[in-house]
């Protein structure tokens, strides 16, 4: 017979109602939290009498027991009320509370000693016996204290018995200060979903020892190792490391290593990053696939930028995509006079304007749902205005989307930036840039040609004798995280149960955070002269399929066991590298190690004027697509389609 049998039903029923009733109970009123702390008083003003009965003191018979606790208690209360010890929750006091109630104790002794002598002096003997007023202060803070110690740690083994089994069992990795406060907040918080196991210590060479109950283990091979060698012996679901701590090849190998071993890869900022204690719930996160991607932390001249930007009235187009949303939010800070923010699509420009309105009260700004290729609209806003600076990022992105609809690509991404680059240079612009794209490189798809050649124009409006606007391209790949592209992609097959969809095994991709473009862009807007294109160091290229298989590891799962891999081939336009130079051009460093700038092909500007007025003329009227990319061809040359229906025009 095991031992739960042996338990009477009834217990357990009573057991169980109890937890249940302390769980879900809410938070006491006030009146009853001093009610029971008179109680308490009352009762330790009792124990105080029985212990001095039988000792030789004598008391003083002026006043009856129930008069005297009466005198105490009235007093007590006021001092509750005075010092507020009764404002706290019981079932989390802190040390707060307990001051409150110390200083409420040593106000009513004070008091009642003080008074007592008066009274001695004016009428010639007292009402309390000064030990029992001494008796009386002990233990009543004694008693006021542990019954909030005990509700606090009544609740927390209720909890724990509720959701210990609930949490997952992590591996702290590191013994310094930092990650000794993490997991003192971690163990402090009985809402926590994780719990620390034990400490596993890499900088010094010591034998076992304990901290906070915790052991720590000081490791003698490769961190990724030992993770491995002792986890079986402490039964853990994961590790928890702080993320500033370890370097990106760090955490790479370590996540390798867990991956091999089934166990999850936790993420947490520095604790002086939170601003709140509830900040940590939120920022302990499953490693994610940015954390893994080798990329630099990028710095800029920001005192530079602010002279920039600051006191000026600045466009962005496209201000409610991923970029440009992103450019308006770094803009913000710097303080311009004016920040126009344009979009043709509602909901998003919505988004922004909330939060513009939320985050930069007093920001001085206007959204307006425009389209940029409505040359009569771009022309009274311009008029209205004058711009000093103007952020080009208005443009369609998706590939084969624009493969398919390739007159909405030419007009957006080609003709609407000659329409915003005109009249720039019309209402005396100081800066125009604009924001292209390392698909404009030899580029196989209609929308890397229609941005290639949006560069011509700029490149060849520059060198007209009258232009004083500085027109300046900025060109990178991929951002991570941007609407539509991979990496959500990604994350919604696996969230789905898969498959996830590859179109090519060896695909190669350049990867930026949407933090960083923006930052180079801004770098770059203040570095150019007029004409140039500046190429980002995007570091290494990622496979594709590694980044795959990683992001389904990071959710726990096993590539091609839980999550089928589909390779479904290249689509429409698509190529299996990007680069960022045409031929013809080369690059020279600037004062920033992470933008380069491109020395570019002069071009005619009257030719690629026609040129795009022959593009209007096909894009606007009725007519075959095939003869519109015709002349897209001619205009960029190096524009040969892949695994496109427009290669038989090559």
């Known amino acids: 017979m095991n031992r739960k049998n042996k338990i009477p039903k009834k217990l357990i029923v009573l057991y169980s109602h109890f937890r249940r009733f302390v769980l879900e109970q809410s938070y006491l009123p006030r009146w009853i939290v001093v009610l029971i702390d008179l109680c308490i008083c009352l009762f330790s003003y009792t124990i ?81 016996l000064s030990t029992s007023l001494l008796l009386y202060a002990f233990f009543s803070f004694t008693l006021l204290t542990a019954f909030r110690i005990t509700v606090k740690e009544v609740y927390r083994f209720f909890r724990k018995a509720a959701s210990g089994n609930l949490k997952k069992r992590v591996i702290v990795l590191g013994v310094d200060d930092q990650t000794i406060a993490l997991t003192q907040a971690l163990m402090s918080d009985s809402s926590s979903q994780y719990r620390p196991i034990a400490f596993l210590n890499s900088t010094e060479k010591r034998g076992k020892f304990k901290l906070m109950g915790l052991p720590v283990i000081s490791v003698q091979g490769s961190l990724p190792e030992e993770i491995c060698n002792y986890n079986n012996e402490l039964g853990a679901d994961g590790v928890l490391l702080v993320s500033n701590l370890f370097t990106i090849p760090e955490k790479n190998t370590i996540a390798e290593c867990c991956f091999a071993n089934g166990l999850g890869v936790y993420n947490i900022s520095l604790p002086e990053q939170w601003k709140k204690p509830s900040d940590m719930q939120l920022r302990i996160t499953p490693m994610q696939i940015e954390d893994l991607l080798e990329r630099n932390v990028i710095e800029t001249d920001i005192k530079l930028i602010s002279e920039d930007l600051y006191n000026k009235t600045i466009l962005v187009t496209g201000g409610a995509g991923s970029i440009g949303s992103e450019l308006v939010r770094q803009i913000a800070v710097f303080k311009p006079k004016k920040l126009i923010v344009l979009d043709n699509a509602e909901s998003a420009l919505h988004n922004i304007d909330v939060f513009l309105k939320k985050n930069f009260p007093d920001l001085k700004y206007q959204c307006y749902l425009a389209d940029i290729t409505l040359k009569g609209r771009m022309q009274g806003i311009f008029k209205k205005f004058l711009f000093d600076v103007v952020f080009h990022a208005a443009a369609y992105k998706h590939v084969p989307m624009i493969e398919k609809h390739p007159r909405e690509g030419i007009c957006t991404n080609t003709l609407g930036t000659r329409v915003l680059a005109d009249l720039a240079h019309k209402y005396r612009c100081q800066r125009f840039i604009m924001i292209s794209t390392d698909k404009a490189v030899r580029p196989s798809n209609v929308m890397g040609a229609s941005k290639r050649a949006a560069e011509m124009y700029v490149q060849a409006l520059q060198r007209q004798p009258d232009v004083t606007t500085k027109f300046i391209t900025t060109r990178f790949g991929n951002v991570l995280g941007s609407n539509g592209s991979v990496i959500p992609f990604f994350r919604e097959q696996i969230k789905n149960g898969g498959p996830v969809t590859v179109t090519h095994k060896d695909i190669i991709r350049y990867f930026m955070t949407i933090q960083e473009a923006c930052q180079l862009v801004l770098q770059a807007g203040t570095m150019g002269r007029g004409g140039e294109i500046f190429v980002f160091d995007m570091g290494k290229p990622v496979r594709i399929l590694d980044m795959a298989e990683r992001m389904i590891k990071l959710s726990g799962l096993v590539p091609y066991v839980d999550i089928p891999i589909e390779i479904t081939g290249l689509r429409e336009g698509e190529k299996l590298y990007e680069e960022l130079l045409n031929d013809g051009e080369c690059t020279l460093p600037t004062f920033h190690p992470k933008i380069m700038v491109s020395s570019v092909v002069e071009y005619d500007y009257q030719e690629v004027k026609d040129a795009l007025d022959e593009l209007s003329y096909l894009a606007n009227n009725v007519g075959k697509k095939k003869n519109l990319i015709k002349r897209l061809k001619i205009l960029v040359p190096e524009y040969l389609s892949q695994n496109s229906v427009y290669m038989d025009l090559d």
């Open 48 to 128: 105080t009498l029985l212990i001095l009965r039988d000792t030789p003191l004598k008391f003083y018979d002026v006043l009856s027991f129930p008069q005297k606790a009466f005198i105490l208690l009235s007093l007590h209360l006021v001092c509750f009320m005075l010092f507020r010890s009764y404002s706290g929750i019981i079932r989390h006091s802190t040390f707060t509370d307990v001051y409150r109630l110390a200083l409420a104790t040593a106000c009513v002794l004070f008091i009642t000693i003080t008074g007592n002598r008066l009274f001695e002096m004016f009428v010639g003997y007292r009402i309390f």
